[in-house]
């Protein structure tokens, strides 16, 4: 093979291998001269954004490792960290010091949260996606019966700031004064007169860090075993449900401290919706950065979320310029993220079926045939 | 040296299954060090009194055996296989067990990694400790070389022709330590025989090594290659226990199935060239691992039976697998002159093609349906063959009497073992789903059938009723057969042509009573002159 027909296949390799983030690369970049936003203002969005959104997305990784696909369940996650920021909030507790506690105060609820959720997933084995939405909205009217209703009666709330006035039920939105930014101005620094939220970076690195060591431990090893191949893996003597459901616990605390960090960054909490497009979004933007049902990457990640929210600031602006109506742009980005979703999803699917009739195929001695009509 | 006491004990092994009884008595010893040979005609009990000896968890679930298993002169109930693993025993199971996506590395010490200590593993658990790769990957390096084969340890298993996943099971077990009896399933059932050939010098090294291995094979002539001993077993019953020097094929063969054996010849009809080509190949080439064609043109014609033998590794293989557009291939196929696409099984199939491929592990069967509907399904669902029309076509009928006496048809002709055409498909030997595959062909009624090395896993008795079967389904119908084998004799029994391949193209076509000289100077390529061992693992 001679140098340049190889290089022109790793070239058509990378673009083959990457089209939807190229896809989105070409889109953008056609936005955002019609938005008409500065570059300036365009960097700034994304250094928040990245450190708003990081960490949630970082947190769908292990369940894709563990063959367990997009874990819609991280909204479980995300409704432990607003009950642990609610309870914070009521306590008083401000500043860093009340996100931690936020984080330790939700981390047993979590936990409980992901071993359900590993447990019902284990008894849905190769829909998993589904059954972990589905779930989802299950845990979503639990959250609002505690919130509603059980806050204020059965658990203390002090704090008149957070109650509704007939007494008891947690307010629509929750201003979290103490709290706005306190990590992502607890290291302060200015570049070029954008601040770059520096603590925030730093545990997102520090979650990085720990997935990418995780990956070389027995555990994540199992969970790459598992994911492959439940049956071989358990001959093998791999505690395979067990596996799987620490994958999904693992899954919904990292999610419950990404939403805290996500909320603090926004600075209010909308008690009742703030969890809604938690996994939407996640998975929208970590499939955007290229990652399918099967395989993702720290990279995938970071990508993902630059082009996601670049998209997400640019579309109605964008529209707005060319249709006349920001409702256009709008539309779009929301089409975008699930139209994003349902195509890999199906996708994933279709490779699958491919993928078997043919391993299918190739080990049989006769063929099923597949209906052509 | 005072006697010395034998690694394996059975004492009376007796089974049955729902009152079938499939063991009667069994008895079975076996030595330190010791290759033993189990042979026996397909259904015969081989397997199952492994699955005994291993804690299989079917045995426990069919209502358990009676009788006693002694490892090192110690009573043992294994309840499941893993303490069968702990007592040092191995098994290389009848389906491969390997995990595609992960290295051979990653396979051979699955769930037995090599870790390393650190502060989060002693704070939250062992789980937690780091994979040591560079130890892991000496240590299957080291079990890869006691085999004496060779297989990069860091290929990934999906990209590994079969011969390799078979080694890479095989270095799995052999990697532990404690490691002292291993049992081989038809080990070679999968491979060609060089590969077979590469196995058995691994066996021999191993027993060296004072490992025990017990080899259950349909091809005696590997039995007499390695064994020290043999048992043969018959309807569920020992037989014969016997020193391997001590006996000869023939007598095997005839204890075996217990009559005995006549050395049929089998009378090839001449050759007609003036019939139609039914099938026409040019300049194919398929890239399938391990088995890469390069550039093979043939033209085969109606009613012919054509061979296509050659070495391991040569293409052979390749050739059914690209035509039915199961791996990647390019050049030209046509059939009754019209071109086939490549790449589209459907396609395939759809031209009056049928395959029954050699790779048969996991043989795909429904296992959990009567073998009858498995014999009638593909047909069934492609063709609408043993559906009845009702009401004018708007209700269709299962035709169960019509597929009953296909059924019956296939279980006589091809010597089907079972106790009826309902039998579940689960419940039979493993030889003997291997026959429901090619019924399964058959049953459709292809124009062109390319059967690949159809006798492998079948004993010697039921061999020659595959091939017969074979012949008088080419006869009957008319079909074009295609058969690849990698035994020469099979081949020159019953083609009308073989072709040689060599290096991805046909070195030569011979018709079956040419010399073996002839065939063996083809298969060495006559051009390359010098080395008659072609070592696919080089
Ligand atoms: N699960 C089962 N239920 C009922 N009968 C069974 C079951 N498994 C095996 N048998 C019967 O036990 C007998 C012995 O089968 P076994 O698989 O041990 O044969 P084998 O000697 O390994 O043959 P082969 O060479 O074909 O693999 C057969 O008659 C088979 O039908
Ligand atoms: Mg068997």
Not at chain 1, 226 to 234: C, F, H, K, N, R
Not at chain 1, 288 to 295: L, N
Not at chain 1, 313 to 319: C, D, F, L, N, S
């Given at each position: ?30 936005a955002?001269p019609?938005?008409g936003?500065s570059t300036?203002?365009?960097?700034e969005e ?26 819609f ?11 642990g ?12 010091g009340g ?17 359900i959720?590993?447990?019902v997933l284990?008894h849905a ?45 947690i307010?629509?939105?929750?201003d ?22 520096v ?15 995780f990956?070389?431990?027995k ?6 075993a ?9 001959n ?18 990292l ?20 969890h ?5 979004f996640a998975?929208?933007?970590l ?10 990457s ?11 929210h ?26 975008v ?11 994933y699917?279709w490779?699958?079926?491919?993928e078997?009739e ?8 006769e ?7 | ?8 004990q ?5 089974k ?6 499939v ?11 010791e ?8 259904g ?25 298993v002694c ?6 109930v294994?309840?499941n296989p ?14 491969f ?24 593993a ?8 780091t ?18 084969v ?12 079969v011969?390799?996943k ?6 799995r ?9 291993l049992?081989?399933d ?24 004072g ?34 020097r ?12 217990g009559?005995?054996m ?27 691992p ?6 093979v ?18 293409g052979k293989?390749?050739i ?20 086939i ?9 759809a031209?009056?093609?049928?395959f029954?491929?050699?790779?048969r ?5 429904l296992?959990?349906?009567a ?9 069934m ?19 169960d ?6 059924a019956?048809?296939?279980i ?10 309902s ?8 030889g ?6 090619l019924a ?14 159809p ?5 010697v ?12 389904y080419n006869r ?8 690849i084998?990698s035994?020469?004799e ?14 991805g ?24 002159g ?5 070592n696919?693992y080089a």
């Open positions: 093979m001679t140098k340049k027909n190889g290089f022109k296949d790793t070239i058509s390799h990378l673009f083959i291998g990457n089209a939807v983030p190229i896809m989105f690369i070409i889109l953008i970049a056609i955002i019609l938005s936003f300036r203002y365009l960097i994304m250094v928040t954004r990245l450190g708003r959104d990081s960490f949630l997305v970082l947190s769908l990784l292990i369940p894709i490792m563990a063959g367990m696909g997009l874990n369940g991280i909204v479980l996650g995300a409704m432990a960290g607003q009950i920021i609610i309870l914070v909030t009521n306590w008083g507790v401000s500043g860093v996100l931690f506690l936020a984080m330790a105060v939700a981390t047993p609820l979590a936990i409980l949260l992901g071993w959720a590993g447990i284990n084995k190769g829909r998993e996606m589904v059954t972990s939405m589905i779930l989802g909205f299950f845990i979503n009217g639990v959250y609002q019966l505690v919130v509603l209703y059980f806050m204020g009666k059965i658990i203390p709330i002090s704090n008149s700031a957070l109650v509704l006035s007939r007494g008891y039920g307010r629509n939105a929750i979290l004064k103490g709290m706005r930014q306190s990590l992502d101005r607890l290291i302060p620094l200015k570049i070029g007169g954008i601040a770059v939220p603590a925030t970076f730093i545990f997102i690195a520090l979650l990085c860090v720990f997935i990418w060591w990956a070389k431990t555990l994540g090893h199992d969970m790459r598992v994911g492959q191949d439940m049956s071989v893996s358990e093998a003597g791999i505690k395979v449900e067990r596996t799987r459901i620490i994958a999904i616990i693992l899954s919904t605390v999610a419950c401290y990404g939403q805290i960090i996500f909320l603090q960054n926004i600075g209010t909490l909308n008690t009742y919706n703030s809604d497009q938690t996994a939407t998975i929208a933007a499939l955007i950065g290229g990652a399918t049902v099967a395989k993702a720290i990279p995938n990640v970071f990508v993902g979320v630059i082009l996601f670049l998209m997400f600031v640019v579309a109605p602006k964008a529209g707005k310029q060319l249709m006349g109506s920001a409702m256009i742009g709008e539309y779009f980005r929301v089409f993220s699930y139209g994003i979703i349902a195509v890999s999803i199906v996708l699917a490779k699958r079926s491919n078997k043919r391993s299918r195929r190739s080990l049989r001695g063929q099923e045939i597949p209906k052509t009509d | 040296m005072t006697e010395q006491q034998p690694v394996l059975m004492q009376d092994i007796t049955e299954y729902f009152g079938n009884r063991l009667t008595n069994v008895c079975l010893d076996v030595n330190r060090g290759i033993l040979g189990l042979v026996g005609e397909n015969a009990g081989k397997s199952t009194l492994m699955n005994i000896l291993f804690g299989m968890s079917i045995i426990a679930e069919t209502g358990g055996y009676t009788g006693k490892i090192d002169g110690k009573e043992v294994f309840q893993f303490d069968a693993l702990r007592a040092g025993i191995g098994m290389v199971h009848q389906e067990s390997l995990i595609p996506g992960f290295t051979a590395t990653e396979n051979i010490l699955l769930n037995g990694e090599v870790l390393h200590d650190n502060i989060v002693k704070l939250f658990g062992p789980r937690l400790k994979l040591d790769l560079p130890e892991m990957r000496s240590i299957a390096e080291k079990s890869i070389e006691l085999l004496g060779e297989i990069n340890p860091d290929t990934l298993v999906a990209e590994m022709p011969g390799h078979q080694f890479t099971e095989l270095a077990e052999i990697h532990r330590p404690e490691m002292k009896l049992v081989l038809e080990p070679t059932a999968v491979l060609t025989e060089s590969e077979a050939q590469v196995l058995l010098t691994s066996l021999r090294r191993l027993a060296a090594t490992i025990s291995i017990i080899f259950i094979t349909h091809r005696l002539q590997e039995i007499f290659d390695v064994c020290d001993r043999i048992v043969i077993l018959r309807d569920g019953q020992v037989v014969k226990e016997a020193a391997t001590d006996t000869d094929i023939v007598q095997v063969a005839e204890l075996m199935v009559r005995s006549s050395a049929k010849s089998v009378a090839t009809r001449a050759y007609d060239e003036k019939t139609e080509t039914v099938i026409s190949i040019d300049h194919l080439w398929v890239d399938m391990g088995e890469t064609v390069r550039d043109t043939l033209e085969v014609h109606k009613g012919e039976i054509f061979g296509i033998g050659g070495l391991a590794g040569q293989l390749g059914p697998n690209g035509v039915m557009g199961l791996y990647p291939a390019g050049g030209s196929v046509t059939v009754h002159g019209k071109p696409p490549l790449n589209d099984p459907a396609a395939a199939l031209a009056g093609m049928a029954v491929s050699e790779d592990r996991g043989v795909g069967l296992l959990e349906e073998l009858d509907l498995n014999i009638a399904s593909t047909a669902q492609s063709q609408n063959k043993f559906i009845r029309p009702l009401l004018g076509g708007l209700l269709k009928w299962r035709d009497k019509a597929i009953q006496d296909v019956r048809e296939y006589e002709a091809l010597d089907i073992k079972c106790t009826g055409t039998q579940r498909v689960e419940e039979l030997s493993g003997n789903q291997q026959k429901i595959c399964k062909a058959f049953a459709l009624q292809p124009d062109v059938l390319f059967v690949s090395e006798t492998r896993g079948i004993d008795g039921a061999k020659a009723r595959v091939l017969e079967a074979l012949r008088t009957k119908n008319g079909t074009t057969i295609i058969m084998s035994e020469l099979e081949l020159r029994s019953i083609c009308d042509r073989i072709a040689i391949v060599d290096e193209r046909i070195a030569g076509i011979l018709p079956p009573s040419a010399t073996a000289k002839e065939f063996g100077l083809l298969m060495i390529g006559k051009l390359k010098e080395g008659s061992e072609v696919s």
